[in-house]
């Protein structure tokens, strides 16, 4: 045996696999994404691989555990050395898919391309755990899971923030590899520090005589492991469906998530105490608002879920630290855990898409976590009052919440004003007063989210005016009063149409006739002939078909069949029918759908892609602008629409044009704040628009000669591209959006 238990080796040990193995997801995908492209499917692939990978690697752990520690480590350390083979990490070669095979050829590009070392690394938490273990002055091993979750989330935060912006992903992958070696040396050092130590499976340092945990037991694991797993999932959905959508917005729950597994597994009794308090009332006043779709956005409601998601994750992975087996059973415990995550995302991530129209996932998994929190009585009112029989108090008081709950549910108008607030506070009351009784705790935040938005929210999944798909959720609405109907990918708006008579046809919201896009399109003859050609990627509601001319030859790009099928719709939008109706709509990621046709195909390419909050990178590196100027005939014009809340985009495109020498400009369209039709009726919005082309004469003839930026807001002015001193144009190697990110619009949201 070792002089000391050398607890330090062991937390570093863990601490660099957690940190490579949150490094390993982001860096890959960014590899892949040029080959594979946007799609769901390829994404929902890669989720389940990751995921298969982490439970195996930690069925592996638990199955090394049989052996003694000398066996294990000779095996462990053989398996690090052969993945090592792997390294550094790429895209593996191999044959494309045949069409259809697409849903197995990518699981197997991203096993063959690092499906061995994800595998070896992802079983160092469990592994070491159990070798610390292995000396009886060690102590508690659990404790080191919490420092296994502080590296993960060391590895989430410092991708986007440190490496991404900094390296090209070929240094990524070195570097990865750097971290490869050291964590080969942390792991043969644990090795030697436990190397005489003779426990194995059936007798570890404590708690060898302990039975083996029952079935309902480890049942009881898998549930309390897959509750928060969803929760944190369906709540970054619902925020950015229903909520706000902001860039990077993905990064807070997951972040939450790991870092409650890291308060749960320490000794900070007095601190998980509090939350366990807390817990059950904050997952009320929050949880209740969990059926809400029409917040209108607000940072408030969105700060409370990531609250209640941070404080109930923290609970129920306190639970399961005070539910964990003796270290005899240590590995069993991890594997049914992971097992627990696996499951819970994959409730959220793809059954929910699947089986609901809107978020469902989201309440039906506040109330899971509601049956499962432990419930300290909060105001244990039958105690003061010294009632034997408490029952018929809780019937009468859930009657009156149910009550409650009815007339906010009638009266619900998106705000807690008037009586609203006093039917909303009688309903949370009750929750707060029954926190005792689990089947009437659990019925009263069912009450509560009925009553704030929810029964508007079922209502509006009857009338077929909500689809969702993998991408989201979209819904469509009527605006009577407007003559309006819109359509909204949750908070953000894809497409308008107006429905008074004479109108219906007229272009709306970013492409109205003084955009960027209107006045190339509108020139569309002028510039290229009566039979010009045209494609367009991002279809949206299908607004643009109605510049097609006669005689026009155009191609629609559009990532999502859902988007499709909306609008083709006539019932929704007519744009489509009555424009553009034997338009070919091809579905797929642009870049490879445009990559597959033969050059010079298009006069116009419109690329509508970077409006949302999440823009597709891969759309705009040099060889995706490669693939665009290979589908242009000579002369062609590329048309990018860059509108975007939260990033500049400028300065992107700028660097672009610079290094292939093309002339750019951009159309600064101010129409949604200046005409006063968009004032009445906001059918037209302010938009930005770069055009770009090979051949300077096209320019000329497109823009009538650039005018100076002070002039941009006048009609049918294009001005030159604001470019940035020392901006590194983006590869497939290399972008980053941290450095266009605009930050007092992120903080300034409200």
Sequence with gaps: MTQTPRRWLFVLTILVGSFLLFQVQPMVARMVLPKLGGAPAVWNSAMLVYQALLLGGYAYAHWLGRFEIRRQAMIHIALFVLAALWLPLGIAQIAPPAPGQEALWVPLLLLASIGPVFFVVSAQA???QRWFAADSRAGDPYYLYAASNLGSFAGLISYPALVEPNMPLAMQSWGWTGGYALLLLLVAAAAAARWNSHVVHEDVAAGADEPRPTLRRQLHWLLIAAVPSGLMLSTTTHLTTDIVAMPLLWVLPLGLYLLSFS????????????????????????????????SGGTMLIAFMSLVMLFVVATTLHDYLHHLRPSPQYLTLFYLIMSAGGVLGGLFAALIAPLLFDWVYEHPILVLAAAMLLPLPALFPWEQWLKISKPLPVVLLLLAVGAFASWKLASDWNGTFNGLNGLWAGITLAVGLLVIGWRWAYVLAIAMLMLGVGGVETLKNSTDGSRVRSYFGVYTVTEDAYRNQRRLAHGTTLHGLQRTDAGHQLEPTTYYGHKSGVGLTLDKANALAGPNAS???????????????RPGQAWTIFEIDPAMAKIARDPSKFTFISKCAPDVPIVIGDARLQIAKLPPAQFDILVIDAFSSDAIPLHLLTEEAIGIY???????????????????????????????????????????GATDPMARDYGNLTSSNWVALTATPERMQQLTGGLKPRKQGSKDGVWVP??????????????????PILLWGHLIGKT
């Design 126 to 128: 469990p592994l070491m």
């Design 534 to 548: 045209v494609g367009i990627v991002g279809l949206g509601a299908g607004t643009l078909s109605c510049y097609r």
């Design 263 to 294: 308060i749960a597994f320490s000794n900070a009794e007095s601190v998980k105490g509090t939350f366990r308090v807390l817990a059950p009332a904050i997952l009320l006043i929050a949880g209740g608002q969990a059926l809400l779709s029409t």
């Design 629 to 671: 100027a290979r589908a242009l005939k000579p002369g062609g014009i590329l048309l990018i629409h860059i509108s975007n809340r939260f990033f500049d985009l400028e300065p992107v495109l700028a660097a672009e044009a610079k290094a292939r020498g093309w002339s750019a400009a951009i159309r600064l369209d101010p129409s």
């Design 721 to 738: 591209l604001a470019s940035r001193p020392g901006f590194t144009r983006w590869t497939d190697d290399y972008s980053s959006t941290l």
